[in-house]
């Protein structure tokens, strides 16, 4: 079975700097991969999607995420934190290639100190 | 678009009591989906419908939970009877399937649920 593995459960960093979340998965075939934002009391937004082609991908609010094959990872980064970007992020792997069934990592709470 | 709506978004009940959470996909989207989100489990799929049919429900905890979606424009979620580990938020999401093609799952804002 496919699983999502987010190492890190809470991040602080100060406004300004530039953030990494981690996401590695575990999943035999080809993944679709996602990142997940859900600020207190939402639901969630998706911040980019991966299915095929380049592998560094472009997503909203300035956030960017690389697939690596070799490291079954998908982190995401950010080069410079808004206060506004305080929230949980969320790194999803699609099962069998479909997007509908989604396996979800634990989140990465994300603190922005000014 | 007014995007994904459920209702109500916050349920205080009693253990025993039937519960209900609704849900209004997103106009032209044919598919729907239950989660449920909690602290030891994190987010888990329920209960997945593609044109109004139930395709893969795997998820659902036990027969106390059911979920239904009449028509392509509601969706709801039943529990009965409840029981305080049903406590939880859940999310309905929905997506525009097309053959040979994926696409993003578009999230309410969730229903927290409370039982006492």
């Known amino acids: 079975a496919q699983s999502v593995t987010q190492p890190d459960i809470h991040i602080t960093v100060s406004e300004g700097a530039s953030l990494e979340l981690r996401c590695n998965y575990s999943?035999?075939?080809?993944?679709?991969l996602f990142w997940y934002v859900q600020s207190p009391g939402q639901g969630l937004q998706l911040l980019l999607k991966?299915?095929?082609?380049?592998?560094l991908v472009q997503g909203i609010k300035g956030f960017e995420a690389e697939f690596k094959r070799s490291q079954s990872s998908f982190n995401l980064r950010k080069p410079s934190v808004h206060w506004s970007d305080a929230a949980e992020y969320f790194c999803a792997v699609a099962k069998d290639g479909s997007n509908y069934k989604l396996t979800f990592g634990k989140g990465t709470l994300l603190t922005v100190n000014p | 678009d007014a995007g994904v709506i459920q209702s109500p978004r916050h349920e205080v009940t009693e253990m025993g009591q039937e519960v209900t959470l609704r849900c209004k996909p997103i106009?032209?989207?044919?598919?729907l989906f239950w989660y449920r989100q909690t602290m030891m489990r994190g987010l888990e799929l329920l209960i997945y419908?593609?044109?109004?049919?139930?395709?893969?429900d795997s998820g659902m905890p036990e027969d106390r939970f059911s979920a239904k979606m009449p028509n392509a424009s509601f969706s709801t979620l039943k529990i009965q009877p409840s029981e305080p580990r049903d406590s939880a938020v859940y999310f309905c999401a929905s997506s525009l399937e097309k053959r040979d093609s994926t696409d993003t799952q578009y999230f309410g804002p969730g229903t927290r649920l409370t039982v006492l």
């Open positions: 999943y035999g075939a080809t993944p679709y």
């Open positions: 991966y299915f095929s082609g380049d592998t």
């Open positions: 419908f593609n044109n109004n049919v139930p395709i893969d």
């Open positions: 106009s032209g989207h044919n598919s």
